[in-house]
Structures are given as C-alpha cells and as structure tokens.
C-alpha cells in the first residue's frame, strides 16, 4: 500500500489550497482515510477523517472551512482547504486504514502547507 499526497503550497492567508492523496493496492474503498498534519515543534494531530461511505469527521480547529471527499473508483483522497490560516501552517498527511478519531498504519509522505503574507 502506497499514498502519495500532493497539492501543499504557499498561500496567503484567507486563500484557499487543494490537497490530494493518491492510493495504491486495492484496500483504499473498504477503509476509513483521514488527514493529519504537523506544525513545527507540535505533535501530529487529525484534521478529518473520513468513512468509507463518505461520512466525515472534523477537529474543531478546521470545522466549516475544511472538506473532506474520497473517489473511491479512482483512490484518491481530498482536502479541501478554504479561509487559511496562519496556524494551519504544517505537515499535510494522508493515512488509512484507522478509525474516525484514530489513525491507521498507512502513511503518505506529506505534503507542506505554509500560510503566511
């Protein structure tokens, strides 16, 4: 199993980023798929998870500007990153095979999201 996370960037504040995970194997549509990141100096921490039947799950520090989606048939794994922010400045990673509050053991590489003016 594979992840291959994309779609980090600069951006300024208030603006707007698109992050991808591609997946390979064929375990992607039976599990449950989620984002982490990690700030400088900070421990990883969920940003959404996502069911495999599509229900979401948001930490409270990105809920109403962050959406989660998942295309089963092509493997990949979205986030959709509206009104940035500074803090949300981090480490983007894509991982599976975990539950709605816990992460699984598949991990992508990252992909760096940096917010600043």
């Known amino acids: 199993v594979q992840l291959q996370a994309s779609g980090g960037g600069l951006v300024q504040p208030g603006g707007s980023l698109r992050l991808s995970c591609a997946a390979s194997?064929?375990?992607?549509?039976?599990?449950?798929m989620g984002w982490y990141r990690q700030a400088p100096g900070k421990r990883r921490e969920l940003v959404a998870t996502?069911?495999?039947?599509?229900?979401?799950y948001y930490a409270d520090s990105v809920k109403g500007r962050f959406t989660i989606s998942r295309d089963n048939a092509k493997k990949t794994l979205y986030l959709q990153m509206n009104s940035l922010k500074p803090e949300d400045t981090a480490v983007y990673y894509c991982?599976?095979?975990?539950?709605?509050?816990?992460?699984?053991?598949?991990w992508g590489q990252g992909t760096l999201v940096t917010v600043s003016s």
């Open positions: 996502i069911s495999s039947g599509g229900r979401p």
């Open positions: 991982n599976g095979g975990g539950g709605s509050f816990s992460s699984g053991r598949y």
């Open positions: 194997g064929s375990f992607f549509s039976a599990n449950v």
